[in-house]
């Protein structure tokens, strides 16, 4: 099977939020998940950072590459999820980033994102069963469980 299928509904809960100046990018939206009680969503944001901490997942070495953007940039876009990881919603987000000429910068948001200002919305998915993480031994990644 090529493509793997969950069910489930949207429910309607939306949380929005304001992350202050200062935080860290994904603590932030963890909190965010952990405080709304969700345990399956989509996540959505736009805003700026300070400097940037992002990484890119090395397909041949099954390994995250961590690098740093240390400038102000905008969130051109900032998409996600959440599901469960060890039992814990876990909050998986990519970023978007700009520069003041445009150039844009995208990955996988690690800790060591200091925000400028972000606006931010969680939408819940009810999932049955949720939707959980799992190690897949193809790709090296925690990646939803098939059922
Ligand atoms: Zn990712």
Known sequence: MTVTVFKGTLTGKVVAARIRPGRDLLD????LVRDSGFRNGVIELVGSVRKA???CYDQARKEYIEFSVDEPLEIVTGLGNVSLKDGKPFVHIHLTLSDESGKCYG???V????????EVFVSELVMDPPMNRTRDEETGLMLWLPY
């Open 111 to 118: 800790r060591g994102t200091e925000t400028f200002v972000a």
């Open 28 to 31: 932030a939206l963890e909190e």
């Open 107 to 109: 990955g996988h948001l």
């Open 53 to 55: 901490r992002l990484s």
